[in-house]
C-alpha cells in the first residue's frame, strides 16, 4: 500500500507543488489590512452591546490571518528556540564570553543574531526599518511603543548621546500614520549616570526614614515610597551630593525635560521604564516631577511604571493616586509583573532580607489584577491614562471584561494594552480582535547597540518563554488550518 501511495506521489505534476506551496503563503487575507477589516469587521460593540467581550483564541485564522506563512514559520522556530533553555544559556554564555573580542567570530555571531532573534524580537537598525515595521503593524490594527534599546549610561558622554537618540525618535514620528505610534518609551539610566541615580535613590530613602533631612535640589514630586516599600538599599546615612553631583543631576533632569517637551509638541506620550529597586527611587523621583510640569489639561504626557511583583506595588499606587487627584494631575501608568526577579532577590539575599519580590507567582497575578482593576475604575473617574502590559492570558482577559462592564470602550485613548514586540501574538490580536486598543512595545538600533537589550530580555523572559506555549500551539493549528485549506 506504500508503494502504491508513494507512486501515486511521484507522479504528481510539478506545477501542482507550486500552485500549493503559492496558496499556502497567500493563506493569510490578500493585505494585512484586508485581514484586520475581515477580522474585526463586527467583534464586539463595546459601548452598546450587552454581551461580555470575548478574548477568543479558538479561531486561529482571525488571529494570525495577516502573518504570511513564511512570517508564521519563522515566528514558531524564533519562539521554540527561545524556549529552549540549553540554547538560552549558550546563547548568554557566547555573547558575555571573549569570542566576542575576535571580529570575524564577533561578525559571524551578530550576523546570525540579526536574521533570528534580532529580528523577531526587535523593528529594525534604522529609521527606514522601523517605520516599515510600524506600517505594517498600523496596517493589522496594532500600534507601536517605539524604544530606543538603550541600556545604562556612564557618563555624561553618553547621556548626551542617548538624548539626541531619544529626540530623533520623537521626530521621527511625525512621518509615521497618525495613531501608528501610541507611545515613546525611554529610560531614565540612559539619560542619568547610573551611579548617580544609585546616590539620589539612597538620599530619598534615608529622607522617607528621616523626613527632617534636607534635599536642595529636589524638585516637587509624588510619593514615591509607602510605608512596606524596601529600604534595605540604604542602611547608613548617606553623603549629601557634591557640588559636581547636584550640577551632573541638574543637567540629567534638564535632559528628560527635553524629552518631554518634545512628546509634548509631538503629542505623543513617553512612558518612563521601571528598573531595578537600587535605582527606582530616583527614576520615580524624576518621573513624577516632569508629570507635575507636563502632565495638564486631561491629557497625561509622561507615564511613570509600577511593577506589580514587589510587594509594595499597590500600596504606592494607592498613595501616588490620590496625591495626583489632590493636586488634580492626570495620572499616567505603565503597569507591568517585572523584569528584575533574580537580580533584586540576590541583593536582599547578600544583605540578610527577604526578597522585595510576592512569593509566590500567585501572589504577583492578584497583584497585578487587583492593581489593573484599580486603574481601570481611576480611569472612569478621572482623566488618567494606562497602559496594561501583560504576557499573561488570564490578566488579560479580566481587565478585558472589567473595562467593558465599566465603559471604557468609550474611553479607548485611556487604556492601552500592551505586548513585547514578537510574543504573546495570539493575546495582541485577540485583544485587538475584541476592539481594544493594543500596542507591541517595538525596541530598535544597531544590533550590537541593542545586543545588551536582547541578553537582558533572554534572562528575563526565560522562564515566560519556556512555560508559555500558547503562540507557539495556535500557530501550529493555523498552520495544520492552511495545509489543510490548500489539500482540498
Not at 16 to 35: E, G, I, K, V
Not at 434 to 457: E, H, I, N, T
Amino acid at each position: 500500500m506504500a508503494r502504491r501511495i508513494l507512486a501515486t506521489q511521484s507522479k504528481t505534476p510539478k506545477r501542482f507543488f507550486l500552485y500549493t506551496f503559492d496558496r499556502l503563503l497567500n493563506t493569510a487575507a490578500s493585505s494585512p489590512a484586508a485581514a484586520f477589516t475581515a477580522a474585526s469587521a463586527s467583534p464586539l460593540n463595546l459601548t452598546g452591546s450587552p454581551a461580555t467581550p470575548t478574548v477568543d483564541f479558538t479561531d486561529t485564522s482571525a488571529l494570525f490571518g495577516s502573518l504570511s506563512t513564511l512570517e508564521l514559520l519563522r515566528a514558531a522556530a524564533n519562539l521554540h528556540l527561545a524556549a529552549v533553555g540549553p540554547v538560552v544559556d549558550a546563547g548568554i554564555w557566547i555573547m558575555n564570553s571573549k569570542l566576542m573580542d575576535v571580529e570575524l567570530i564577533r561578525e559571524a555571531i551578530l550576523g546570525s543574531v540579526k536574521h533570528t532573534f534580532y529580528r523577531h524580537f526587535c523593528a529594525g537598525e534604522d529609521d527606514a526599518a522601523v517605520r516599515k515595521t510600524v506600517r505594517r503593524l498600523h496596517d493589522v490594527g496594532l500600534r507601536s511603543m517605539l524604544d530606543y534599546a538603550l541600556e545604562y549610561a556612564d557618563d555624561e558622554e553618553s547621556c548626551d548621546r542617548n538624548l539626541d537618540g531619544f529626540l530623533k525618535t520623537i521626530e521621527a514620528i511625525k512621518s509615521l500614520p497618525p495613531g501608528s505610534a501610541s507611545f515613546v518609551v525611554a529610560k531614565v539610566s540612559a539619560i542619568c549616570p547610573l551611579r548617580l541615580l544609585e546616590r539620589v535613590s539612597d538620599l530619598l530613602r534615608w529622607q522617607h526614614k528621616n523626613p527632617c533631612l534636607n534635599l536642595p535640589w529636589k524638585f516637587k514630586t509624588l510619593p514615591i515610597f509607602s510605608d512596606s516599600s524596601p529600604l534595605y538599599h540604604t542602611l547608613k546615612h548617606p553623603t549629601p551630593l557634591t557640588p559636581e553631583e547636584e550640577k551632573s543631576l541638574q543637567i540629567s533632569h534638564q535632559r528628560l525635560m527635553k524629552i518631554c517637551q518634545a512628546s509634548a509638541d509631538a503629542n505623543v506620550p513617553l512612558a518612563i521604564d521601571a528598573e531595578h529597586t537600587k535605582v527606582q527611587p530616583a527614576i520615580d523621583y524624576f518621573t513624577y516631577s516632569a508629570a507635575i510640569d507636563y502632565n495638564k489639561d486631561h491629557n497625561p504626557i509622561v507615564y511613570g511604571t509600577v511593577q506589580a511583583y514587589l510587594k509594595d506595588a499597590k500600596d504606592r499606587l494607592l498613595l501616588v493616586t490620590k496625591a495626583a487627584d489632590n493636586m488634580k494631575i492626570p495620572l499616567g501608568i505603565k503597569l507591568v509583573r517585572g523584569a528584575y526577579m533574580s537580580s533584586e532577590s540576590k541583593l536582599a539575599l547578600s544583605l540578610g532580607f527577604p526578597s522585595p519580590i510576592h512569593d509566590t507567582i500567585l501572589d504577583t497575578h492578584s497583584c497585578y489584577n487587583g492593581c489593573a482593576s484599580f486603574l481601570l475604575d481611576n480611569v472612569v473617574k478621572s482623566s488618567s491614562g494606562v497602559i496594561l502590559a501583560t504576557h499573561n492570558v488570564e490578566s488579560g482577559k479580566l481587565a478585558a471584561a472589567k473595562a467593558y462592564e465599566i465603559g471604557i470602550g468609550k474611553l479607548k485613548h485611556k487604556l492601552e494594552f500592551a505586548q513585547l514586540y514578537g510574543m504573546s501574538e495570539a493575546l495582541s490580536f485577540g485583544l485587538r480582535n475584541a476592539g481594544f486598543q493594543v500596542s507591541k512595545y517595538m525596541p530598535f538600533g544597531p544590533v550590537d547597540m541593542v545586543m545588551p537589550y536582547l541578553l537582558r530580555r533572554a534572562e528575563e523572559n526565560r522562564g515566560l518563554l519556556s512555560t508559555s506555549n500558547l503562540d507557539r500551539k495556535l500557530m501550529r493549528k493555523e498552520m495544520a488550518r492552511r495545509v489543510k485549506d490548500c489539500m482540498r
